[in-house]
């Protein structure tokens, strides 16, 4: 106990040469973290720099080959998520952890000990927890109706419900409207008042400087620096991240031309009793021109991209590509009229987890000459995926690494690049950099301005309107399954469009029609 | 307390060792059940797994049993990888062995060359129809083909017996139910003398190579992969779900058809009640202790047709009852499955939920 007495206060949290390999990849080298009680403390870093791998030492998901961990001074073991939730550390995870058939109450209650689970209890509190930090869910909803930025509240609560003493967010914002991040902020400020320390997992380097006390900076598995972010720029943060300056887009006037991809009256029924049904959504994108859809998550987003994508199948007037016909067309046959599509979810959906990426890149790049008479032309599947990695900087093996390898970013990057290397007449991206980092966002959106200037017609859905506002050239915002007339971004502001996401909508869009 | 714990790579060489390790431990068991049965194990085993195939006939006779069940599992294999569940091999064997049978019959003792040919051919398309129903049924009000194709293997059989009973029955055959000895040109050639085996053999491995290309070459086969894989990436590429089912299901009833037809046109050569010792079912252990790829499925069909054998052979030699070769069946599955847990997920004994090193 004498010992103990003579320590210098006890950090809630301290990480001491936190090392952990791979077999290709050393991901995090002799890593030291401490976090204070009542801190909000930001880990920020490139992907592959070694953030997630150290989050999951920290919450036990993975077993770290030397170092050691301190919680409030004393060394412990943390094997599993369970022994770092009875520690009071809790996690949003920025790939879901949620079964999808199961209501939120039921996925809340799964990760409670069965003494809090009780059912009724239980989703009082969730209402209780959810209005306090305003964060909207009805806890009788099942989890796979919900959009990402619902399920990530989910997520969100579900930690809050824990009472953590210790609360690590991934990527927290990146599907909230202005006005929700600063209802956030207010929640997570209040939450360090009361004690619980923060570890703030983000790219945007404003979000930092606004909201962290410290930041630990991580490049290539190691700490390059401390630092308190508000006595930094967002340029010197991000030369310690990327050890360069950020490459700004380039972004010129649009020289739009022709209508290229038009939605005419668009309805489309809800699949369930908690969908957005579609009512009468108008829209045009011309060649040339970037037009965004700005909105907070389930607002029909998803139903809109599946309605012009062709994994849902519509009248087929309500739906033109290139000026034929496309409502009925399943995705495929779209894609032969030179649709390209970018969806929200990568893993899964976008490529299949499983299959390498040479595989996957024949998924929607076959039409480029990699199948003939029936048969896939191996060689040139193989050399379609490795100059798609070539190309957009994917860190990969090679065309046959499996995707499920790849992290969020670099398999997001392949996607892009396999779509846009299809010349497509319209592309569709949805949320293209969620989860991104920020080197590899600030690519992508170039990839996009670059596809824009080549006369491409692009649509954007997304949630985060820094990015809307950077690229788009005209901008529509979604609520309630309605849609708003596109603006140019000249003559609209981010508050302007903030309060049209929160549903402002129809009065403002009769307004400006 | 004990968790399983999913790993998050499974290791490709361990899902391979799995069936080795399912074979080993069904071993074991025999060894273990012909001793509580008061058998000598090793005379038992030796009569179960070494003399069937002692003699060029049992050679012979092994491979003869794993023509059909190579090429059910072969095309069963396909659709199990696009998650279509063809349970109702067995049926639609039993309606290409009657399609085969038909023309069989119909041509008499014609010596035409196209009478086997024709045989073939009709046992596939008979074979690939009654799989169009489940697929039918499945596309068109969501039926799920598990039920509805296992179903109908008890309508084929009862179709069969119909026709053995009735219309096909041998006039000369006193009054038993089965229908005339077919003439020499429905029969297919002997491929190794002093034995039973018939170029059926030969068929199926082509068949399983045509499968092997079709899977891993043809845009077809990798669309029905990423099906299987991934609905939602299917989707999103555009790749029909029910063009999926179709293919899934006419293939598998197609290979399963002309398995009935060969087993008509070879062995049998005539139709009778029951075409069939469950083939179409063992077929659906040998796709998965194959790993639904065409070289296991080759080596998983000589195992369980030594299974087969051995099983006669167990009657004959140790008195057993015929149930000991689905016993044996049954338990290779079995230990299949369990084996195939650990593969996917590790053990681990928790006994603290946390440890405290002060």
Redesign the interface.
């Known amino acids: 106990m004498a010992a103990r007495e003579n320590r210098p206060p006890a950090a809630r949290l301290a990480l001491r040469g936190i090392t952990k390999a791979y077999p290709t990849v050393v991901a995090n080298d002799g890593i030291d973290l401490d976090v204070a009680a009542g801190e909000i403390h930001a880990v920020l870093g490139e992907n592959g720099a070694g953030k997630s791998t150290l989050m999951k030492i920290i919450y036990g998901l993975v077993e770290p080959d030397a170092g050691e961990i301190f919680w409030e001074g004393?060394?412990?073991?943390?094997?599993?998520p369970?022994?770092a939730r009875?520690?009071g550390i809790g996690m949003v995870f920025q790939h879901f952890s949620l079964f999808e058939t199961l209501t939120v109450a039921d996925n809340i209650a799964l990760a409670l000990s069965p003494r809090d689970a009780g059912r009724r209890g239980l989703r009082r509190r969730i209402r209780e927890v959810s209005k306090r930090y305003g964060l909207p869910l009805d806890p009788a909803r099942r989890v796979h109706t919900m959009s990402v930025g619902e399920r990530q509240r989910v997520e969100i609560v579900r930690c809050l419900l824990q009472d953590p003493r210790l609360l690590i967010l991934d990527e927290p914002t990146s599907v909230l409207t202005p006005q929700a991040v600063d209802a956030l902020f207010d929640t997570l400020r209040h939450l360090a008042a009361e004690g619980c320390s923060i570890v703030y997992i983000s790219h945007k380097l404003d979000e930092i400087r606004a909201l962290c006390d410290r930041a630990t900076v991580l490049r290539a598995g190691r700490v390059t620096g401390t630092c308190d972010p508000r006595s930094e720029t967002a340029s010197s943060l991000a030369r310690m991240m990327i050890g360069h300056d950020l490459p700004r887009p380039k972004h010129r006037a649009a020289r739009a031309g022709a209508d290229a991809l038009v939605v005419e009256r668009l309805d489309v029924p809800a699949d369930d009793p908690f969908g957005v049904p579609l009512q009468n959504v108008s829209l045009r994108v011309r060649t040339g021109e970037i037009v965004g859809i700005a909105g907070v998550s389930g607002n029909g987003q998803q139903e809109l991209l599946a309605a012009l994508?062709?994994?849902r199948a519509v009248d087929a007037g309500a739906v033109k590509i290139d000026g034929a016909a496309a409502g009925a067309l399943?995705?495929?046959?779209?894609?032969d009229l030179g649709l390209a599509?970018v969806?929200e979810?990568r893993l899964?959906?976008?490529?299949?987890?499983?299959?390498s990426l040479a595989?996957n890149a024949?998924?929607?790049a076959?039409r480029r000459g990699l199948?003939r008479r029936?048969?896939?032309r191996?060689s040139a599947v193989r050399a379609y995926a490795r100059e798609t990695i070539r190309a957009y900087g994917v860190k990969a093996g090679g065309p046959e690494a499996a995707a499920r390898s790849l992290s969020g970013g670099n398999l997001q990057k392949f996607i892009v690049g396999r779509e846009i290397r299809q010349s497509p007449k319209v592309m569709i991206a949805a949320q293209p950099t969620w989860g991104v980092d920020v080197g590899a966002s600030a690519q992508i959106r170039q990839s996009l301005l670059d596809l824009r200037d080549a006369g491409c017609a692009v649509l954007v859905v997304s949630e985060d309107l820094e990015e809307l506002f950077e690229i788009c050239d005209r901008l529509a915002v979604i609520a309630h399954g309605v849609l708003s007339p596109a603006i140019p971004v000249q003559e609209t502001n981010a508050e302007q469009i903030g309060l049209l996401m929160a549903g402002a909508a129809s009065a403002q869009a009769g307004a400006s029609a | 307390m004990i968790r399983l714990e999913a790993r998050p790579e499974p290791s490709r060489l361990a899902a391979w060792i799995s069936p080795l390790v399912a074979a080993g431990a069904t071993v074991v068991l025999g060894v273990v059940l012909f001793a509580a049965l008061g058998k000598n194990p090793v005379a038992a085993l030796s009569a179960f797994f070494v003399e069937p195939i002692a003699s060029r006939y049992g050679i012979g006779e092994l491979l003869l049993k794993a023509t059909p069940l190579m090429l059910i599992a072969t095309g069963l294999a396909i659709g199990y990888r696009a998650n279509v569940w063809n349970i109702g091999a067995e049926g639609q064997l039993t309606l290409g062995a009657m399609g085969a049978g038909g023309i069989a019959l119909a041509f008499g003792d014609s010596d035409s060359a196209l009478v086997l040919p024709g045989m073939l051919v009709a046992g596939a398309l008979c074979g690939l129809a009654w799989a169009a129903i489940p697929a039918l049924l499945r596309t068109r009000f969501n039926a799920n083909e598990i039920l509805t194709s296992l179903m109908l293997v008890y309508v084929a059989n009862l179709w069969l017996s119909l026709l053995v009973h009735g219309a096909w029955r041998d006039p000369e055959g006193y009054n038993f139910p089965q229908s005339k000895l077919f003439a020499a040109s429905a029969l297919l050639p002997n491929l190794l003398p002093d034995t039973r085996l018939n170029i059926g053999l030969i068929v199926a491995l082509v068949i399983v190579a045509a499968a092997w290309v079709f899977v891993r070459k043809s845009f077809a086969g990798y669309r029905m992969r990423v099906a299987g894989l991934a609905p939602a990436a299917a989707n999103y590429a555009g790749i029909s779900a029910d063009r999926t089912v179709w293919l899934g299901m006419l293939i598998g009833g197609a290979c399963a058809g002309l398995a009935g037809a060969g087993e008509a046109a070879g062995p049998i050569g005539q139709l009778l009640p029951s075409m069939s010792p469950g083939y179409g079912f063992a077929a659906i252990i040998v796709a998965f202790v194959g790993r639904l790829h065409p070289v296991g499925i080759v080596l998983a069909s000589l195992l369980m047709s030594l299974l087969y054998l051995g099983g006669e052979s167990a009657q004959i030699r140790l008195g057993l009852p015929s149930a000991v070769t689905g016993l044996f069946q049954g338990t290779l599955l079995l230990f299949l499955l369990a084996a195939d847990v650990f593969v996917n997920f590790r053990v681990r004994l928790t006994r603290a939920w946390i440890r405290l090193s002060t």
């Not at chain 1, 004393?74 to 599993?80: L, M, Q, T």
């Not at chain 1, 399943?330 to 894609?335: H, I, L, M, P, T």
């Open positions: 004393r060394p412990v073991e943390i094997d599993n369970a022994s009875k520690l994508s062709g994994e399943d995705a495929d046959a779209r894609r599509f969806p979810d899964g959906r976008g490529a299949v987890p499983d299959m595989e024949l998924l929607t076959h199948v029936g048969f896939i191996g």
